[in-house]
T-cell receptor, first 111, second 117 residues
Framework: GEDVEQSLFLSVREGDSSVINCTYT??????LYWYKQEPGAGLQLLTY?????DMKQDQRLTVLLNKKDKHLSLRIADTQTGDSAIYFC???????????FGGGTRLMVKP | EAGVTQSPTHLIKTRGQQATLRCSPI?????VYWYQQALGLGLQFLLW???????NRGNFPPRFSGRQFPNYSSELNVNALELEDSALYLC????????????????FGQGTRLTVV
């Protein structure tokens, strides 16, 4: 099955850029997603990218996909304290129509 | 427009009991997905329903079951509860266009936190 790995923790200062990384093993995924989870809450879809794209930008968010290295990243520009949360990457398996999630990266933004 | 709603928000059960969790999808969405978020285990896919049918199932024992109603809402039932079933159960919904239902966006509810004591 698919393995999706994320680093556990990232700490940045307010105003800096944050880069959250995700690696995966199976290249057959068609869609790759980033979700945000705040304490005690569900998952909020931030953005997604098709597997035939290399980059997608959406306001402060930039998603980069390196299919050769099976590496997905989420860059948050001008990180704010409100961005503190857990960020999950997720890959869609079309065959089973289910998302496989990474373990999540806890982003802490220091003022 | 209302998002995905789940009830109850918290549920406490004793070992061996049954739990029923409910989910109402976004209007117009026909697919409902259930995920378990247990401490230390991340998010695990449980079930996918579309048009009242179970379309896919994750690697969970048969005591995890569910159904989808004609109005596309869904129930997740967990029988013979075990302590390790304690988790946040998340429901998501999306439109289904035949092949790649999550081809754009799947929206998640706030979850039901199930505690088994």
């Amino acid at each position: 099955g698919e393995d999706v790995e994320q680093s556990l923790f990232l700490s940045v200062r307010e105003g800096d850029s944050s880069v959250i990384n995700c690696t995966y093993t199976d290249s057959s995924s068609t869609y790759l997603y980033w979700y945000k989870q705040e304490p005690g809450a569900g998952l909020q879809l931030l953005t997604y990218i098709f597997s035939n794209m290399d980059m997608k930008q959406d306001q402060r968010l930039t998603v980069l996909l390196n299919k050769k290295d099976k590496h997905l990243s989420l860059r948050i520009a001008d990180t704010q304290t409100g961005d503190s949360a857990i960020y999950f990457c997720a890959l869609l398996w079309d065959a089973g129509n289910m998302l496989t999630f990474g373990g999540g990266t806890r982003l802490m933004v220091k003022p | 427009e209302a998002g995905v709603t789940q009830s109850p928000t918290h549920l406490i059960k004793t070992r061996g009991q049954q739990a029923t969790l409910r989910c109402s999808p976004i209007s117009g969405h026909t697919s409902v997905y259930w995920y378990q978020q247990a401490l230390g285990l991340g998010l695990q896919f449980l079930l996918w329903y579309d048009e009242g049918e179970e379309r896919n199932r994750g690697n969970f024992p048969p005591r995890f079951s569910g159904r989808q109603f004609p109005n596309y809402s869904s129930e997740l039932n967990v029988n013979a509860l075990e302590l390790e079933d304690s988790a946040l159960y998340l429901c998501a919904s999306s439109r289904y266009t035949g092949s790649q239902t999550m081809n754009t966006e799947a929206f998640f509810g706030q979850g039901t936190r199930l505690t088994v004591v």
